[in-house]
């Protein structure tokens, strides 16, 4: 299913459903495919909200991860969202926990999944080379347990991405903004239920990533999903969407 794009007041950004506000970050590479089943599942319950970051719209000066933060913080205020819950994947997952430090009265929850903000190697073995695509297919297959998860259309996108001079830059300042910004003396600020799930294969922020998390923060849990990289709720959709489903509704309490 296609959903629609909204643009207001110079967002972008998917709205599907009514409720309580589950509001979805990508990563750096993300797109909203990656959330398609995610959305399908929540979307009668909730309102589903994914603002589209601008990864590449970003001055140079402003291409970080706390550019990003001011980005949803405005977007938040716009549509007068009273409260959310935040599910966010990778870099997404680092806007997160960041906006939730700031925003603390705001968040109701927050979901983890394959997140930076204490280790992360997107990068791996250094910058792929411009025009080299089997470089470009076997890092994007190495996001998943199984490689085919990585379509063609998902290698084509990075590739493209890489080879655009202006994109791959913001691409690079913000993966090197997301190493810096170290939150592990800041994590036990966040008090609010937590869910941290993640994939037993994940390569990019392995499974003791995913463990020191739970350590720090003091209201959290983790769930380990196996034949899982760093893109769970792609991966294996059904099981995520479960645990998700069953976490929203222990610890949040419907809006009236």
């Not at 968040?107 to 992360?120: D, M, P, R, Y």
């Not at 969407?241 to 009236?256: A, K």
Request: proline share 5%; with cysteine; glycine share 6%.
């Amino acid at each position: 299913m296609q959903y629609e794009i909204k643009e207001e007041n110079n967002f972008k950004f998917i709205e599907v459903g009514e409720g309580d506000v589950l509001l979805l970050l990508h990563g750096l590479f993300g797109a909203l495919s990656n959330f398609r089943e995610t959305i399908n599942f929540f979307s009668p319950k909730y309102k589903v909200v994914i603002p589209i970051l601008p990864l590449y719209d970003l001055e140079p000066n402003e291409s970080t991860v706390t550019g990003l933060v001011e980005y949803v913080e405005n977007f938040i205020e716009y549509k007068k969202y009273p409260s959310v819950s935040i599910l966010g994947n990778s870099l997404g997952g680092h806007i997160g926990l960041i906006y939730t430090l700031r925003n603390k009265e705001k968040v109701k929850a927050l979901i983890l999944t394959g997140s930076s903000g204490l280790f992360e190697s997107a990068l791996g073995d250094g910058y792929p080379k411009k025009g080299d695509y089997e470089y470009v297919k076997k890092k994007t297959e190495e996001t998943f347990y199984d490689p085919k998860t990585a379509s063609k259309e998902l290698v084509d996108e990075v590739y493209n991405l890489i080879n655009d001079r202006s994109k791959a830059l913001k691409i690079l300042l913000l993966a090197k903004s997301a190493v810096r910004n170290n939150l592990e003396e800041e994590l036990k600020d966040i008090d609010i239920p937590v869910k941290l799930i993640w994939g037993m294969q994940d390569i990019i922020t392995p499974v003791f990533v995913g463990e020191k998390f739970e350590v720090l923060l003091p209201n959290s849990e983790l769930t380990l999903l196996d034949r899982c990289g760093h893109a769970a709720m792609m991966e294996r959709p059904h099981e995520f969407n479960q645990i998700l489903s069953e976490f929203l509704e222990r610890v949040t309490q419907p809006t009236e």
